[in-house]
């Protein structure tokens, strides 16, 4: 009886989803009829730099395009690239995207999507677009700090997560940049090519995800060329993969000023044109050009009727149309500022930590030295299209001053000196960033000195961290090492604080200090997350979503000369090996691993099994493992497991991120995790029969707390 119902009721929701999904593409064909070829055209190009014209007459209003992959963008104006200057536009800022992957915790990806959702409702915005997700190939790319991970699984999981909550508030996600936009240096020009598996294993599950799990509302084309075409008139990227493999049906638009053709961009399934230069927006290419192909045979009308089609669909989903039914949002409460904060804490990553010098016991600490630019320097307002409005941002000077001022003597030395930033473009962050600044190490010193605990706050700011150019190299800029060498050779007790979005080398660092701790940008609340850590009133629980090298020359794009490319063309020679698939496969010893992270407590994983021997193809595997807090204090753990197959016919990477679970446990707590892997995500690209195989034999599944630390392992066979 029980069964008859459910079968009743899902044929109901299934039919109940058809008529509506009929009834959604009545109306579009509908309104379509009702247009001149004109107004049809005007809904495929920009009116503005954000906006989209509106067809009065038919009740479609005007559209609101913003940037925001961890805000909601300031308010520009309409015609240039200024601020508008208004006093109401101020928003929440999370951690960037680096950080949100360092949380590995779905459920804050989650909150994150809605807290962005309501606010951009609340600023009147129909479309945000994030979150970027091109893979973190080379540790020099300017975006890296937008980008999530080194690693697609990951990616494919916060995207999903995020894409949902947001769309949830009647606001489409924009994924970007697809495809493989994995350097800001000559991105305007650069050719792109790889194979057909590194290609579908690492360059496009996250996109994947986010259209057929996600169910993404608009992809943005990237800027570069993907096999000599560019990405906003590449059949393969639009038409093949996208529309006729992933069943798309939403839009894809232009990243701005990314589009160099009317017919072959048409073509290519490209819907929506924005742009940046032009002010005259009818000489765009999807706009009277567009119109002229039409009316002189060269494309038919019904090509700009299935681009407006989608265009609608999309407003449509997000009731762009119904705004009385339609979500109204809310913005800068104190639920939203906590989603903040938490995501900054749970993003920090423990690297090192001898002799336990962390959590620091306030009570016993009479002064602290805090040492660095990034002590004071604030963040949210940097790295161009990613730049926020914070209604406020915490440094931690402010932080720890506001919580522990009255109880001990903080003496602040700012250490080096950023001035020695040259100009903009692509020259910038590239100059005297090496410079050593004695007057302000010594001034450091001496606060050191008569300090019983030394912060410094090192690492990157959006100088170097930022769309339009790559830096030139992974040291730490402005003479950082020599300042830590110094203060360390007088204060035991120094603590280094990483702020950054991308890679670093830190192997001259490494053995000089006690402690070192990667804090990311960390959005508004950056100083009170990681005061809070140092101090202990939370614990660290970030893993590593990169691999620390150590240095640059253990980077496969780098050990192999494929960075940034020769005559304006890039091979991705490395192939699948990116990241830990090429550490790990080749035994080459990284500095930090990825998935790396230390706690404030420690963890006993055990009684690994898997729920059966032998599985076919259509199956779920589930491993269960036992995980107890075996510390003094609360934690949390990320047990993560890997796969790797026993014999291929293909090279295949050692290790590769399959499933995931952040465990909170109390004290003395044990809890029973049960992770789960489909046996077809077992596959690899198949080039031959450009498909996805799973070969028969024995694969082994890798549990552990990093790709490198691997605390049990079970086997199974795949029929």
Not at 207 to 232: I, P, Q, S, W
Not at 690 to 717: A, C, N, P, Q, Y
């Amino acid at each position: 009886m029980k069964k008859s119902i459910l079968i009743m009721a899902l044929i109901i929701c299934t039919t109940a989803f058809s008529q509506t999904d009929v009834a959604t593409e009545k109306r579009i064909q509908g309104l379509i009829k009702k247009m001149t070829l004109k107004e049809k055209v005007s809904l495929l190009h920009g009116n503005s730099k954000f906006y989209v014209s509106e067809i009065k007459r038919l009740g479609i209003p005007e559209w609101a395009l913003s940037d925001g992959p961890h805000g909601v963008r300031a308010e520009m104006n309409r015609d240039n690239w200024n601020y508008a200057g208004r006093t109401d536009d101020a928003v929440t800022c999370f951690p960037p995207g680096t950080a949100m992957a360092a949380t590995w915790n779905l459920d804050l990806a989650t909150k994150r999507g809605y807290v962005l959702g309501e606010e951009a409702r609340f600023r009147k915005k129909d479309v945000l677009l994030g979150p970027g997700i091109n893979i973190i190939r080379s540790p020099l790319c300017g975006r890296n700090f937008e980008y999530l991970s080194e690693d697609p699984y990951l990616i494919s999981q916060f995207a999903v997560s995020y894409i949902k909550a947001l769309q949830s508030k009647d606001v489409a996600a924009s994924v970007k940049h697809y495809a493989a936009n994995n350097q800001e240096d000559n991105r305007f020009s650069i050719d792109v090519t790889m194979s057909d598996r590194a290609l579908h294993e690492i360059y496009l599950p996250g996109f994947k995800a986010a259209v057929m799990d996600g169910h993404v509302l608009t992809v943005m084309a990237a800027y570069n060329k993907f096999r000599g075409e560019f990405c906003t008139e590449n059949i393969l990227l639009g038409r093949t993969i996208l529309r006729d493999s992933y069943k798309f049906d939403g839009v894809l638009m232009s990243d701005w000023n990314a589009v160099h053709s009317t017919d072959n961009a048409a073509l290519a399934g490209l819907d929506l044109e924005m742009g940046t230069e032009k002010t005259n927006y009818n000489d765009w290419f999807f706009a009277d050009p567009l119109i002229k192909s039409v009316e002189q045979g060269r494309l038919k009308e019904s090509l700009v009727n299935e681009k407006v089609a989608n265009i609608l669909r999309v407003m449509i989903k997000t009731k762009v149309l119904d705004p009385e039914t339609r979500e109204k949002g809310n913005i800068n409460t104190k639920e939203h500022q906590q989603v903040a904060y938490q995501s900054a804490v749970e993003s920090i990553v423990l690297l090192k930590n001898e002799n336990n010098v962390l959590p620091l016991q306030m009570n016993a600490v009479k002064s602290v030295a805090i040492i660095g630019d990034n002590a004071t320097r604030k963040h949210c307002s940097g790295g161009l299209s990613s730049e926020i409005k914070p209604l406020y941002e915490i440094t931690p000077l402010e932080a720890i001053t506001t919580k522990f001022g009255k109880q001990l003597q903080i003496n602040y030395a700012q250490g080096y000196n950023k001035q020695s930033t040259p100009g903009e473009g692509s020259n910038k962050g590239q100059l005297n960033t090496d410079f050593v600044d004695w007057k302000l190490i010594d001034e450091a010193v001496e606060q050191a000195k008569k300090s019983d605990v030394a912060i410094i706050f090192a690492g990157l700011n959006h100088d170097f961290d930022s769309e339009s150019f790559d830096r030139v190299h992974m040291r730490l800029p402005y003479g950082q090492e020599t300042l830590i060498h110094e203060v360390a050779k007088v204060n035991p007790k120094t603590i280094v604080v990483i702020i950054a979005g991308s890679p670093l080398e830190l192997s001259g660092i490494q053995s000089r200090v006690p402690s070192i701790v990667w804090a990311w940008y960390g959005g508004m609340e950056a100083g009170n997350a990681v005061v809070d850590v140092l101090s202990g009133k939370e614990f660290p629980s970030g893993k590593l979503p990169i691999t620390l090298p150590i240095s640059i020359n253990q980077m496969p794009d780098h050990a192999l000369g494929n960075y940034p490319g020769r005559n304006l063309k890039v091979n991705y020679e490395e192939d699948i090996f990116v990241g830990y698939r090429w550490f790990d496969t080749k035994g080459i010893e990284s500095l930090y691993p990825f998935g790396f992270g230390l706690s404030y407590t420690s963890f006993n994983i055990a009684n690994i099994t898997a729920d059966k021997k032998v599985f076919n193809q259509n199956e779920v595997i589930t491993v269960k493992c036992t995980i107890k807090n075996s510390g003094k204090s609360d934690g949390a753990e990320v047990v993560q497991l890997y796969a790797s197959q026993t014999l291929s016919s293909v090279l295949r990477p050692k290790k590769e991120l399959k499933a995931f679970q952040k465990v909170f446990l109390k004290a003395g707590e044990e809890k029973t995790v049960e992770l789960k892997v489909n046996v077809k995500d077992l596959a690899f690209y198949d080039e031959k029969t450009s498909s996805w195989k799973v070969e028969s034999g024995e694969f082994v599944l890798h549990l552990g707390t990093s790709v490198k630390d691997i605390v049990g392992s079970v086997s199974v066979r795949v029929n």
